[in-house]
């Protein structure tokens, strides 16, 4: 089955870039979604198709993939971007099934 | 405005079954895959199963297979679960979610319900 990995946490300054890793074999030939969910809240969908953006998505928020590795990049943090962020793949190569990261805690120091 | 409200959790002992219901509104909810995504406490989210618009496909994590069952009600723009033989480890928060997918290639999930709790304990 199909794995992807991510980072626990990540810390960032207000102003600042942050990057959110998802690591998975040859993750460069599927399509990454990002999730961003606050506390208590339901997930909220930030990227699909690795760089495209939902409308009210702030363009702060980016995405890329290539090779092992997808990243969700975070420009010009704020407090308000404190969150877990899932990223997603579909799996169709054995069967078919969604598959998420762990999650990464994004925290705004 | 796109919604989906789900209802139907609770507590339930283990063995016991339980039915989720998601209602939605503000789309064409014929016109969609829709998906089941679970998150137990503390923990990730996990991709548990979906449903074809006309319900002719189904696609199930292994861990609920053959437990588990997606339906939905086009007529009624609403999608269930049906829970049997629950265990303490599929207690979760359940949401459903509207699938969006290019034919072949990918899925995600967008929007997703507020959530609501199973809980499966003696």
């Known amino acids: 089955s199909y794995v992807l990995t991510q980072p626990p946490s990540v810390s960032v300054a207000p102003g600042k870039t942050a990057r959110i890793t998802c690591g998975g074999n040859?993750?460069?030939?599927?399509?990454v979604h990002w999730y961003q969910q606050k506390p208590g809240q339901a997930p909220v969908l930030v990227i699909y198709?690795?760089?495209d953006r939902p409308s009210g998505i702030p363009e702060r928020f980016s995405g890329s993939n290539s090779g092992n590795t997808a990243t969700l990049t975070i420009s010009r943090v704020e407090a308000g971007d404190e969150a877990d962020y899932y990223c997603?793949?579909?799996?169709?190569?054995?069967?078919?099934?969604?598959?998420f990261g762990g999650g990464t805690k994004l925290t705004v120091l | 405005e796109v919604q989906l409200v789900e209802s139907g959790g609770g507590l339930v002992q283990p063995g016991g079954s339980l039915r989720l219901s998601c209602a939605a509104s503000?789309?064409?909810?014929?016109?969609?895959?829709m998906s089941w995504v679970r998150q137990a406490p503390g923990k990730g989210l996990e991709w548990v199963a979906n449903?074809?618009?006309?319900?002719?496909?189904?696609y199930y994590v292994d861990s609920v297979k053959g437990r588990f069952t997606i339906s939905r009600d086009n007529a009624k723009n609403s999608l269930y679960l049906q829970m049997n033989s629950l265990r303490a480890e599929d207690t979760a928060v359940y949401y459903c979610?509207?699938?969006?997918?290019?034919?072949?290639?990918?899925?995600?999930?967008?929007?997703w319900g507020q959530g609501t709790l199973v809980t499966v304990s003696s």
């Open positions: 979610a509207r699938d969006l997918r290019i034919v072949g290639a990918t899925n995600w999930f967008d929007p």
């Open positions: 503000g789309f064409t909810f014929s016109s969609y895959w």
């Open positions: 449903i074809k618009q006309d319900g002719s496909e189904k």
């Open positions: 040859n993750i460069g030939s599927k399509s």
């Open positions: 198709y690795d760089s």
């Open positions: 997603q793949v579909w799996d169709s190569s054995s069967d078919h099934r969604g598959v």
